[in-house]
């Protein structure tokens, strides 16, 4: 099965179970990528059109419409696309949704301000992201903003599980930690986006990944540097980093409830204290980046 079918039939599943997660009071994930666009878009400051990628149940696309945008969201399960126009009309939004592949639908050039990809590029390959990037590059207006959420490949060191073996396996541990380390020791994100811009280290990747709990065979992951790298190709810069799911507890004891709602709070705390602090990347699940088209 092919990973993009995988994707599809996954989520067209869990829709229901998305939604719920979505509108969670506690600390979410969702929520907290959420956040650091909603961040982009104001540091932006002048956003009329806003796309979101892969939207899944619509919050964030009907967040943005409020703010006198407009706002569409494209998302391949139609289950996904069901919940969001579901949403739309509860929240009395004009957000507007369409069922399709991002690599299918035809876009105008330049056409907007800001995209936002959350929780998107673990699930299409090396190929398909080079894509991706080249749609970017072409519907953003100059000026205009990417940001993208990644899995994070230098949480790797610090899970000490199973990924950490793999990347012992494949002789790319050194190099990963030479990155977290560069990442906890930069005094500002400009400067942590000159040095990351100088690493060239080509990271091997392992044939395949452990099981993730999500029923689609790999779910990619990238570490800043990266990133950076293969936005620069298609006319990027890196404006900000966000660390998400800051993750400090071992995770093999995480199903005791009193160590979860600890970390649950924990990771609220980064949220909502320094959510785009990036010495907090290395220890996070996954982080976002916002580009700025060239
Ligand atoms: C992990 S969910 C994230 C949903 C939402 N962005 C969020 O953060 O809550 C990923 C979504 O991407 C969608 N997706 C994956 N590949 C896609 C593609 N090629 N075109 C459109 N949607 C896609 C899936 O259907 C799924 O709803």
């Known amino acids: 099965m092919s990973q993009q079918y995988e994707t599809q039939k ?13 509108k969670k009071l506690q600390y ?3 929520t907290d990528r959420n956040n650091s666009v909603l961040d982009s878009f104001r540091r932006h400051g002048n956003v009329k059109n806003f796309l979101d990628v892969g939207c899944g149940t619509g ?6 419409s409020g703010l006198g945008v407009e706002a569409s969201g494209i998302d391949f399960a139609q289950e996904m696309i069901d919940v969001c126009r579901k949403n739309a009309i509860t929240a009395n939004s004009t957000a507007k949704f369409n069922c399709a592949s991002i690599f299918d639908v035809s876009l105008l050039d330049s056409s907007f301000d800001l995209i936002s990809a959350q929780g998107f590029i673990e699930y299409i390959s090396e190929l398909e992201l080079t894509k991706f990037l080249g749609t970017l590059s072409r519907i953003l207006k100059k000026d205009g903003q990417a940001v993208i959420g990644s899995r994070n ?3 790797n060191i610090a899970s000490m599980n199973e990924y950490t073996l793999l990347e012992v396996e494949i002789g790319a541990i050194a190099n990963l930690l030479a990155e977290a380390i560069a990442v906890q020791m930069s005094p500002s994100q400009q400067s ?7 690493f060239s280290f080509d990271l091997n990747r392992p044939a395949a990944h452990p099981h993730t709990g999500i029923d689609v065979a790999t779910r990619y992951q990238y570490t800043p540097s990266e990133l950076i790298a293969k936005f620069r190709e298609v006319g990027f810069v890196p404006s900000q980093i966000y660390p998400i799911n800051f993750h400090p507890m071992p995770q093999s004891l995480l199903t005791n409830e009193k160590l979860l709602q600890t970390k649950d709070q924990l990771s609220s705390v980064v949220a909502s204290e320094y959510p785009n602090t990036h010495q907090f990347v290395p220890y996070s699940s996954s982080f976002v980046m916002a580009f700025t088209k060239q």
């Not at 919050?59 to 943005?64: D, E, K, N, S, Y």
């Not at 942590?192 to 100088?198: G, I, P, Y």
């Open 192 to 198: 942590l986006f000159k040095t990351l811009s100088q």
């Open 153 to 155: 490949r230098l949480f």
């Open 59 to 64: 919050q964030l696309t009907i967040q943005i």
């Open 10 to 22: 996954y989520f067209g599943d869990e829709a229901e179970r998305w939604d719920a997660q979505a």
């Open 28 to 30: 979410n994930t969702i």
